[in-house]
């Protein structure tokens, strides 16, 4: 039993119906009930803990404790950490109504675009999360739709923080990135470094998806190669005119080559939180940023 642990076991959590929400690359999460206060959770259980070195673990168990000192209305709160079997449990609110991922996917099967006002309203939520985390330097380094969480309130919370590196390879490079390629920054493409502005390179691509329901650098039969090229390029189509010019101008700020050129993450939620009180609002849960439009449950 390691240091870290405070004292949590499995046995403290029981199956919460059918169980079983999803599978990882390297993790598997359930629907548990903490017992002590019947508290619904989401338990994921990360599997290549016991191939990481002692250094790499160390340096994962206390990454997760910061994580663990995050608190936002509109981030997945890390509840527990505990190594059991030796294997890594971490207890996480739960997300009754799946990710944005999802939503994006449906409405997008529909051929029903989000409207405008839902489109801040979702995505000023996000970018609220990403300033506090940055305020709190710390980076999320895979930020995307599936890593949206959407909460039975309709709260949308930034889930999945940072971890992904630890377990994304055993040979852990200090300076390793992890993330979708489709949203993976011209920088980390080249495998340079893993800056605060690519957190927003991906912010941007999250924004130009909830308006045209594809992620803009997507074209069938892409390949790493290709897709990097199309990267390093910005090579990605306008964003339709029906779309306001603060939204397609926010985009194009964002997703910019040069890091210098990206707006920073207070910046980027100073231009949505003002939008949300524009005339496109929709209103929220009780009327503040943070809230969320009511979302439409999945099928
Ligand atoms: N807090 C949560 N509440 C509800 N569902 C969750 C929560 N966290 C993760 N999930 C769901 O559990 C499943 C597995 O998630 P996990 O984070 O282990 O892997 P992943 O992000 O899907 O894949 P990858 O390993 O490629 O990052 C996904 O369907 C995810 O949406």
Not at 54 to 68: F, H, T, V
Not at 121 to 131: K, P
Not at 184 to 205: A, R, T
């Amino acid at each position: 039993m390691e240091a870290f642990n405070n004292g949590s076991r499995l046995a403290d959590y029981e199956m919460d119906g059918a169980g079983l929400i999803g599978r990882g690359k390297f993790s598997v999460v359930h629907r548990t009930r903490r017992k002590r206060d019947n508290k619904r959770v989401a338990l994921k259980k990360i599997q290549v803990f016991e191939m990481m070195d002692s250094k790499c673990r160390n340096e994962c168990l206390n990454e997760i404790k910061l994580l663990q000192s995050l608190g936002h209305p509109n981030i997945v709160q890390y509840l527990d950490a505990f190594i059991e079997d030796n294997e890594l449990h971490v207890a996480m609110e739960l997300a009754e109504r799946g990710d944005l991922g999802g939503l994006i996917k449906r409405a997008a099967s529909a051929g029903t675009p989000l409207p405008e006002g839902h489109v801040w309203e979702y995505f000023v939520q996000i970018a609220d999360a990403l300033r506090y985390m940055h305020s709190k330097r710390v980076m999320h380094r895979d930020i995307k739709p599936a890593n949206v969480f959407i909460m039975d309130t309709g709260v949308l919370k930034l889930g999945d923080l940072g971890l992904g590196r630890y377990f994304s390879s055993k040979t852990n490079m200090v300076h390793s990135t992890v993330g979708t390629p489709f949203y993976m920054s011209p920088e980390c493409i080249q495998g340079s470094y893993y800056d605060w502005k690519s957190d927003i390179w991906s912010l941007g691509c999250l924004l130009y998806e909830l308006a045209t329901l594809r992620s803009p650098f997507f074209t069938e039969g892409l390949n790493y190669y290709t897709l990097g090229k199309k990267i390093n390029k910005r090579a990605f189509e306008p964003i339709s005119g029906a779309f306001s010019a603060e939204l397609r101008g926010l985009v194009d700020h964002m997703i910019q080559v040069d890091p210098a050129h990206r707006l920073d993450s207070e910046a980027v939620y100073a231009v949505a939180v003002q939008r949300v009180g524009s005339s496109f609002s929709t209103p929220g849960m009780d009327g503040g940023a943070s809230t969320g439009v009511p979302v439409p449950m999945a099928s």
